[in-house]
Structure formats: C-alpha cells, structure tokens
C-alpha cells in the first residue's frame, strides 16, 4: 500500500476534501499506476512520478495557465486521484457481486485537439470510431479530457477543471464499466470483438449516475462542475424526486443522460426509502448490482447467439420495469418497499417505457385538471 492525496468528496459543491489514503499498487511507472483491477495512466508524455512519492498538490488543476511544475503537480495527482476512485469503485463493486469485473484501462488526457475536453467517456472497440486509437482493450476503456475551462475552488478562486480530478466524472464511467459486464444493455457479448456498439441508453446512464450517488454518498453528484446550472434543471443531473416518468423523452433523437436521470432518482429514493425502514443501504446496493447481473443471466443460459441480436432484444434491455423487475428478485424483503418508492416515480413491474410515460403524463394531467 503506498500513501497518495486525494480528493474526498463531502457533498459540498467543491471537488472535495484533500486526504491521505492508501493505494493498493502493482508497478509504477514514469506516468502510469498500476493497480490489481485497473491501470491508470497520462498519455500526454514526459515523466510524472520518479519512485520518491505519490503524494502530489492538486495544483487548483493545473492547465496552460499553470507553469511547468504547477502542471507536472497536477497531472501527477489526476493519476493518483483517479487511481485511487477507480479502485474504491471497482472493490465495492467486486464485493456486492461476489467476483472482479474485468481490468480497466484509464488514459488520461485524451482527445486534447482540435480543441481541449473537460469530459469523460466509456470506450469499447469499434472499428468506425476515428476518434479513439487504433487499438482499444476489449475489456473496455475509460477517456478522460485534459481538461478545458474553469470551474470554482474551494476558496472562491477558479479551479481548471481536469476530469482527472473530478469523483463524479470518474465513478461514473467505472459505472459503465460496470453495466456492460453486467446487464449488458447492448448486449454487446453477442458482436465481434471490434464491432461493439459505444451508445448507451437510458438505464446505462442513469445506473452509472446512481451508482456514482453511492459512492459519493450525495444524489448532487455533478453539483461542482454544474453548479451555474439550478437544480430544478435536469442538464443539473440532481437525483431528486422531482424526476419521474412524466419527464421522461424516449426515442433515439433524445439524451439517455436526461432520461436516465429519472432511473436514477427513482433508484436513489428507492435506496433511501430502504434506509428509512432500518435496513443497511448496502442492501439497497446488493440488490441492485446483483439485479443488473442477473438480469444478463438468460442471456448466457441461453447460450445466446448472433441471432438473438435482434431489435427486440435490444429493446426489451431498454425497459425500465425489467430492471426493476430483476432488482426485487434480488432481495424478495425488499420488494414492497422499492416498488412503493419507484411507482412514485411512475416505474412499475410489466410496462415499456412508453406506457409508463403515458401514464405519468396522463396522471400528471388529471392533477392539474382537478
């Protein structure tokens, strides 16, 4: 174990706090950490660590308005600081499941021109992503952007911000990593190792957002980088109860970030509503993680085939009521309880997304018609 700082976060709107905690490391290497479930490395050259510490200032970011060592400091801590989350996202994962997920790769400092990126991405091979390098893990890989733009500090200042340096950016892609080596919503398993489709929808990015909530231990989860944006704004991301199936879009055209915001916060009213009644909340997260993956388990019964990628298929994994459906057989005792908090929401067992949203609006209506 090899002491590091790291960022903390306290549910405040602010990176977190800074804190020593300890990384599990295989091999170090001039700008590359390697862990027993990922490696997490700098792509943009030049020597970061020299073996002495890995223990580095975050440098309010770094960026071209640092100088040289300024920046060396914070892109040696982005390493160590996304290290470190990664690891936590992926034991806690591990725990809940009973097995590892496959190793992760991280590169940090991707995609920097034409212009520099301040975000984050899920990536698995395609061979008609002209974006990405030539060569992607099979296993699948996280990007995150050098960084672009200013964000506040702590101390009121301006913050560059570096996803590196960002909690929320960070386990929410582990999330992804997550759901394809659970649920598999594109069923991905079933293409050619170089044809994988990268598109999400809706549960697997309001399932990356909640599970991001957990690990944070706040349903405000990009209240940092998103703070110019109100909270009554869904762009916000806020899992709050406001979000129900009556916000909810569908089709290809929309944002599965948006309306996977209303997975989210039903799962998170969910989790709270079982924190209520006594119970732990890492039975809330049981049910959940074991659901996704159970919910993948016709498909290897099955012994599924090429032929079951069908557009039906694909289709069935986008339904919300099946997912909830999954996490209730996951945990029988907590059913009523789940179910009660997620109807709130407008999700029930045994309806498409459509229907649901129908419903939510129809109800939604005849309220404001009373």
Request: charged share 25%; hydrophobic share 40%; aromatic share 6%.
């Amino acid at each position: 174990m090899i002491p590091v700082i790291v960022y903390i976060p306290d549910g405040r709107p602010r990176p977190g706090e800074l804190h020593e905690a300890a990384l599990d490391v295989l091999e170090l290497r001039p700008a590359e950490v390697v862990l027993p479930e990922a490696t997490v490395r700098d792509e943009r050259g030049g020597r970061l660590f020299d073996g002495s510490t890995l223990m580095f200032d975050p440098a309010a970011g770094g960026g071209p308005l640092a100088d040289a060592a300024a920046e060396r400091q914070a892109r040696a801590f982005g390493v160590t600081n996304a290290a470190f989350h990664v690891q936590r996202a992926l034991r806690f994962a591990s725990a809940l499941l009973g097995h590892p997920l496959p190793h992760l790769l991280v590169r940090i400092g991707m995609h920097n021109q034409p212009r520099r990126w301040h975000g984050g991405h899920y990536r698995l091979p395609r061979a008609s992503l002209t974006d990405e390098p030539a060569a992607l893990s099979c296993a699948g890989e996280i990007h995150l952007g050098g960084g672009a733009g200013f964000v506040p500090a702590p101390d009121g200042s301006r913050y560059f911000h570096a996803p590196a340096h960002n909690a929320a950016i960070i386990c929410h892609e582990v999330g992804h990593h997550l759901c394809r080596h659970t649920a598999d919503f594109r069923l991905n398993r079933l293409r050619p190792p170089a044809q994988q489709t990268n598109l999400k929808v809706a549960l697997d990015e309001g399932t990356a957002d909640v599970f991001t909530a957990i690990l944070l231990g706040t349903p405000d989860i990009y209240g940092w980088h998103r703070a110019a944006i109100a909270e009554w704004d869904q762009r916000r991301r806020k899992l709050q109860p406001r979000w129900t199936m009556a916000h909810f879009l569908g089709g290809r055209d929309q944002d599965p970030h948006a309306d996977g915001t209303v997975w989210a916060s039903a799962c998170w009213s969910a989790r709270e509503r079982v924190i209520d009644t006594g119970a732990d909340a890492a039975r809330f997260d049981a049910a959940l993680l074991r659901g996704m993956e159970s919910a993948d388990a016709g498909a290897h019964a099955a012994q599924l085939t090429k032929d079951a990628l069908t557009k039906d298929a694909l289709n069935e994994r986008r339904q919300f009521s099946r997912l909830l459906s999954a996490i209730t057989r996951a945990d029988p005792g907590l059913a009523p309880v789940v179910l009660t908090a997620m109807a709130e929401h407008g999700i029930r067992p045994g309806a498409s997304n459509t229907a649901l949203k129908d419903a939510a609006r129809a109800d939604l209506t005849g309220e404001v018609g009373r």
